[in-house]
């Protein structure tokens, strides 16, 4: 099964409000990341938390992580029609695995 | 200009034929990787490379084959296609992932028919 769950799966807002998607994982990380994906394109990092600190910001996205519980949110503010992308959650493993371990994402919608 | 570049975007094929994606990369990262997204959008790592060598192999048909010339190539062939490929092939590179993200080529759009 996937090592992270995203959740919820969708999520329709308008603009001017605020995205918050949630991230669970199952087993200890180095860090945790997260990804945008505009329709029919790459991903996109757009920030990466380290497993000893539990909040991070980067222009209108906060990122918290609580390792005891194992997950993370991403808080997007001000949400504008742009934001309408998937996001995923993705965690580094510790003990040098090398490679990043992606969720299901969630779907955003944001309407003008 | 554009740090990971796959090629072809788009490829349509015949069940059983072969054929092969390239990706480069210019941002001088030591590793690369192939992910493979399904219809409902869950990304799976398929390989790594650190420096042309192999680091990563999970689960996948003996009929994928990657290749890193150099370390800034890391290709993927594939043999004899089945249905079950379809999907979306995705190209990444990191200059360290415990401590940086990874750059995501635009995809490569892979339908079996």
């Known amino acids: 099964s996937q090592q992270g769950e995203e959740d919820p799966q969708a999520l329709s807002i308008q603009e001017g409000e605020n995205a918050t998607m949630n991230c669970s994982y199952k087993?200890?990380?180095?860090?945790l990341q997260w990804y945008r994906q505009n329709s029919g394109r790459g991903l996109v990092h757009l920030i990466l938390?380290?497993?000893?600190?539990r909040e991070k910001h980067s222009g209108r996205l906060r990122v918290t992580l609580d390792t005891s519980k194992k997950s993370s949110s991403l808080l997007i503010t001000a949400s504008r029609a742009a934001d309408t992308a998937s996001y995923f959650c993705?965690?580094?493993?510790?003990?040098?695995?090398?490679?990043?371990?992606f969720g299901a994402g969630t779907r955003l919608a944001v309407h003008p | 200009d554009t740090a990971v570049s796959q090629t072809p975007k788009y490829l349509v094929t015949q069940m059983g034929n072969d054929k092969s994606i390239k990706c480069e990369q210019n941002?001088?990262?030591?590793?690369m990787y192939w992910y493979k997204q399904d219809s409902k959008k869950f990304l799976k790592i398929m390989f790594s490379?650190?420096?042309?060598?192999?680091?990563i192999n999970e689960t996948v048909p003996n009929r994928f084959s990657p290749k890193s010339p150099d370390k800034a190539h890391l290709n993927l062939h594939i043999n004899s296609l089945e249905l079950g490929d379809s999907a979306v092939y995705f190209c990444?590179?990191?200059?360290?992932?415990?401590?940086?993200?990874?750059?995501f080529g635009s995809g490569t759009r892979l339908t079996v028919v």
């Open positions: 990444a590179s990191s200059s360290d992932p415990e401590v940086y993200g990874y750059t």
């Open positions: 087993t200890s990380i180095n860090n």
């Open positions: 938390i380290r497993s000893n600190e």
């Open positions: 993705a965690t580094a493993l510790s003990g040098g695995y090398n490679k990043l371990i």
């Open positions: 941002l001088g990262h030591d590793t």
């Open positions: 490379y650190n420096n042309k060598e192999l680091i």
